[in-house]
């Protein structure tokens, strides 16, 4: 992580009708880190992830990705801005009728005047990076575990070489091994890739064991961000309450257990 910072968010008001999501959200995320999003359900987290992202647009103030004011760019420019993005949804979002090579190649059938030749060793390039075997190419999203669908779900995000990888709960619905498995991948392919992650999560063992910093949404607003063994010790309402219990402290414990 470097002092560049590779997405600022200024002033950010996001609304749904009369219901208010943000309200002067500020934001900065640096080239070369993993930053997870935390907060209450129901904070914004995912809307503040899709406006990060260019997915949507906000209702007031100032997103700017590499250097530049998304509003002021012209159709053209945002498209080849959002291609330099990779977004992960939740429960993976693959095509059901497409194999999982057929949905790693399907951004580079859009978006590329790749050869069919080097788009077939583009997309299992990506799945090999995903951590899956080469006969998972031909199954079907119906055909694979969960942490099966994540890895074929992340092989398409990296599909087109993103420099920022964006993540919605990676790890959701995930056993505590795979899960496990699937924080190491991304932290693997951070460096590899030389990638910016950033993400949101519920998950306390990748908190500890994954991020650089970790923001805290509430109150319409980020209210801190720190590496995690800062933030948890932070005197704030919210984050006091949401760092106590039980669960944290083992999450804790596991992280500081020298492996």
């Not at 640096?30 to 995912?46: A, D, F, N, P």
């Not at 095509?95 to 069919?116: A, M, Q, Y």
Request: hydrophobic share 45%; charged share 25%; proline share 5%.
């Amino acid at each position: 992580m470097n002092d560049e910072p590779i997405i600022q968010l200024s002033g950010i008001h996001n609304c749904f009708g009369r219901h208010v999501v943000h309200k002067d959200l500020s934001l900065q995320v640096y080239r070369g880190e993993i930053l997870g999003i935390i907060g209450v359900s129901g904070g914004g987290k995912t809307v503040l992830l899709h406006t990060m992202a260019m997915l949507r647009r906000p209702n007031q103030g100032k997103v700017r990705v590499f250097g530049r004011d998304t509003h002021s760019l012209a159709p053209d420019e945002e498209r080849l801005l959002r291609l330099r993005l990779g977004f992960m949804f939740q429960n993976g979002a693959l095509f059901s009728s497409l194999t999982v090579f057929e949905n790693v190649r399907f951004p580079l059938d859009e978006h590329t005047l790749l050869s069919p030749e080097l788009k077939q060793e583009v997309a299992m390039l990506k799945i090999h990076l995903a951590g899956l075997e080469t006969d998972s190419a031909a199954k079907y999203p119906r055909e694979l575990s969960g942490g099966m669908i994540k890895r074929a779900a992340l092989a398409r995000t990296l599909a087109l070489d993103p420099t920022v990888l964006f993540l919605d709960e990676p790890t959701a619905g995930l056993d505590p091994v795979t899960a496990g498995a699937f924080d190491d991948l991304v932290v693997k392919l951070k460096s590899m890739l030389d990638l910016t992650v950033v993400m949101v999560t519920h998950d306390l063992d990748t908190l500890w064991h994954a991020t650089d910093r970790v923001a805290f949404l509430a109150n319409q607003r980020i209210v801190a961000v720190a590496p995690i063994e800062t933030l948890a010790k932070l005197p704030h309402p919210a984050i006091a309450a949401y760092f106590s219990g039980r669960r944290v402290s083992q999450a804790r414990e596991r992280a500081w257990k020298p492996k």
